[in-house]
C-alpha cells in the first residue's frame, strides 16, 4: 500500500516537473517577480520588470525565490514550492482525518486529494494557491483538533499558519476563517460551544501582530500606490467591481468542484444528501461534518458573490471536500445498507460507470479530434477497464467496497501519466515564445532595447526567458516611438502586426519568425487545427 501512494504522489507531484516550459501568464509573472527579488536582495517588495508589483503580499515570492537559488532559475526551481506545497497540503489533510475519525478515513481522504484535478494543475504551475492553502487549511485543521479534541496547544501553531496564509494571498486569509467561525456557530450548538472555549481573540492578535508588519512597512514604503495596487485594484475593485466582463454565472463553482472531484462527485452528492436528510430529521451531525460543509460553504460562498472568478480560487475547499468523501467510503464500507447512508451507496456504485463514461469519451474524441501518439489510446482504455472492473465488484451481492478504493485511484494515476507523457509535451512543441525569446537574450547586445508588442498572454513568458528588461508596447503611438529612437532594438509581436507598421512606413525587418499557439488549449491539439499563430522578432530594417 505505502509503495503505491508513493509511486502515485510522486507522479502526480513531482514526475518531470521542471519539463514543460513556463505557462501563460501568470506562471512566468510570477517567477519573473521571484528571480528580481533574488538578484536585488529586496525580500520584502516584489517587483515585476523593475516595478512594484502589487498583485499579492511577498511571502509566495519569497519561498520561490529561495528554491531557485537552491534549484536555480529554471522550471524546477520555479516550480518546487507549489509541488512541496501540495505534498504538505496531502499529509495535513491525511492526519487530520486520522486524528479526528479513523487511520483509513485519513489515508483515503490524502490519495483522493492527492489524485485531484486540482492538486496535479497547481502543484505543477507556479502560482501561490498550493501554498495558500497549505498554510490555511493547516491552520484551520489545527484549531479544529484544538475544539474537538481538546489539545488547545495546538490553536497557537493554527494561528500562526493563518499569519502565514495571509502573507501569502492576503486579509482572504482571515475573511474565509472567520466566515467559517460565524456559520459553524450559528449553525450548531455544540459547534458554538467548542469553538467559543478557544481563545479566539489572542488568536485573531497573534495574527494581526505577524501579518500586519509587512502591509504597514509596504504603505510606508510606497503609499498611495500601495492602497491603490493592492488594497483597492487587487481586492476591493476585483471583488465587487465590473473591470473584467464575460464572466462565468452563479453556479460557476459548483460546476468546477463537480468536475474537479471526479470520479467521486456522486459519493460527495450522496453524502450531501444523507446529511441534509439527517439534518431535516432533527438528528445531530457531529462536529467535523459541520466544520467540513461550513468550510466549504464559506470558501464557496465568498466566491461566488465576487464579480471577478477563477476556477482555482475555490480550491482551498478540496480538502475538506475530499474528506466528507472518504467518511462516506468508509461509512459505505462499514453500514452500507443502513438508511442513513442511503445517499452515499449510490454515490459509490456511480463511481464505476463515471470512470466507464469518462474514459469512453475520452477515447472516441481521440480518436476523433486529438492529434496525439496512438499510444495515448491505452489511457481511456485502461480507464474504462478500471471503470467496468470497480463496476463490477461492487454490484456482487454482499462485496464491501475496499478499505482503500485502489481501482479508482490507479484509474486516476494512468491519466496521469497518459497527461505527462502525451499531452504535456504536445502543448509543449506548440509554444514557440520561450526559445524566441532565449534567443532574443543571447543575441541582443548590452546596449540594444527589448520591446514586447501586445503578445498578451505570452508577454510575461516572454519577459522571463530573455532574462533582461523588456518594454511593454501597449499602442501603436507607444510602438512608433519605440522603433523611431535611434538604438538598436528586437520587439516580438505577431506577424500580422509587423506587417500593418511595415505598411504604415515604419522600418522593420523579421530577423526570427516561428509557427505556434495563441493560447494555451486543448483545442491546439485537435486534427482539424485552428490556424497557428506565427510569431516574429522584429528589428530595425538596414
Excluded at 482539424?528 to 499563430?533: A, Q, V, Y
Aim: charged share 15%; aromatic share 12%.
Amino acid at each position: 500500500m505505502w509503495a503505491f501512494a508513493a509511486l502515485l504522489i510522486f507522479v502526480v507531484l513531482f514526475w518531470r516537473l521542471g519539463r514543460p516550459t513556463l505557462w501563460d501568464p501568470d506562471e512566468a509573472h510570477y517567477a519573473e517577480s521571484s528571480r528580481e527579488m533574488l538578484a536585488s536582495g529586496d525580500w520584502l517588495a516584489p517587483t515585476y520588470n523593475g516595478q512594484p508589483f502589487f498583485d499579492k503580499p511577498f511571502l509566495f515570492h519569497v519561498f520561490q525565490a529561495a528554491a531557485m537559488r537552491l534549484a536555480g532559475p529554471h522550471e524546477l526551481g520555479v516550480r518546487i514550492v507549489p509541488a512541496v506545497a501540495a505534498l504538505a497540503l496531502i499529509a495535513t489533510t491525511a492526519w487530520l482525518g486520522f486524528a479526528l475519525v479513523s487511520a483509513d478515513v485519513g489515508i483515503v481522504a490524502g490519495l483522493i486529494l492527492a489524485t485531484s484535478p486540482g492538486v496535479f494543475a497547481l502543484a505543477r504551475y507556479a502560482i501561490l494557491d498550493s501554498l495558500f492553502t497549505a498554510f490555511e487549511f493547516g491552520g484551520v485543521a489545527l484549531l479544529a483538533v484544538a475544539a474537538l479534541r481538546g489539545r488547545g496547544r495546538l490553536q497557537f501553531p493554527g494561528y500562526v499558519l493563518i499569519a502565514l496564509a495571509t502573507l501569502t494571498k492576503g486579509p482572504l486569509a482571515i475573511v474565509m476563517c472567520g466566515l467559517t467561525f460565524l456559520i459553524a456557530v450559528v449553525a450548531s450548538a455544540d459547534a458554538r460551544k467548542r469553538l467559543m472555549a478557544l481563545r479566539w481573540r489572542s488568536g485573531l492578535v497573534l495574527i494581526v501582530a505577524l501579518a500586519s508588519p509587512w502591509f504597514i512597512y509596504m504603505y510606508w514604503r510606497f503609499g498611495r500606490a500601495f492602497v491603490d495596487g493592492y488594497v483597492l485594484d487587487e481586492n476591493v475593485r476585483l471583488f465587487a467591481g465590473s473591470r473584467f466582463g464575460n464572466q462565468p454565472a452563479p453556479w460557476f463553482y459548483f460546476q468546477v468542484i463537480a468536475a474537479g472531484l471526479l470520479p467521486w462527485t456522486g459519493l460527495l452528492a450522496g453524502r450531501l444528501i444523507d446529511d441534509a436528510r439527517a439534518a431535516w430529521r432533527g438528528e445531530r451531525l457531529d462536529m467535523l461534518e459541520v466544520l467540513l460543509w461550513t468550510w466549504t460553504l464559506a470558501v464557496v460562498g465568498f466566491f461566488t458573490l465576487s464579480t471577478f472568478k477563477l476556477d482555482h480560487y475555490v480550491f482551498p475547499a478540496a480538502p475538506a471536500l475530499c474528506l466528507l468523501c472518504s467518511r462516506a467510503w468508509s461509512d459505505v464500507r462499514t453500514s452500507g445498507f443502513h438508511p442513513r447512508h442511503a445517499g452515499a451507496r449510490i454515490g459509490l456504485h456511480l463511481i464505476g460507470p463515471l470512470l466507464v463514461a469518462v474514459g469512453l469519451g475520452a477515447g472516441l474524441f481521440l480518436v476523433a479530434r486529438l492529434e496525439l501518439p496512438r499510444a495515448a489510446l491505452l489511457v481511456p482504455a485502461a480507464v474504462t477497464l478500471a471503470g467496468a472492473v470497480l463496476t463490477a465488484t461492487v454490484n456482487l451481492r454482499g462485496a464491501r467496497p475496499l478499505r482503500i478504493p485502489w481501482i479508482a485511484l490507479s484509474a486516476m494515476l494512468v491519466t496521469y501519466v497518459g497527461i505527462i507523457l502525451f499531452v504535456l509535451p504536445a502543448l509543449e512543441s506548440r509554444k514557440v515564445v520561450p526559445e524566441m525569446a532565449a534567443w532574443v537574450g543571447s543575441h541582443a547586445s548590452a546596449s540594444d532595447r527589448v520591446a514586447v508588442y501586445r503578445l498578451n498572454r505570452w508577454t510575461n513568458v516572454f519577459r522571463f526567458y530573455v532574462d533582461r528588461p523588456t518594454v511593454h508596447l501597449d499602442s501603436p503611438e507607444q510602438a512608433r516611438q519605440f522603433f523611431a529612437a535611434p538604438s538598436p532594438f528586437y520587439c516580438a509581436m505577431l506577424e500580422r502586426t509587423y506587417e500593418e507598421f511595415v505598411a504604415g512606413g515604419v522600418p522593420l525587418r523579421i530577423v526570427r519568425e516561428r509557427d505556434g499557439m495563441w493560447a494555451t488549449s486543448g483545442r491546439a491539439l485537435w486534427r482539424r487545427r485552428i490556424p497557428p499563430t506565427r510569431f516574429v522578432i522584429v528589428a530595425r530594417a538596414q
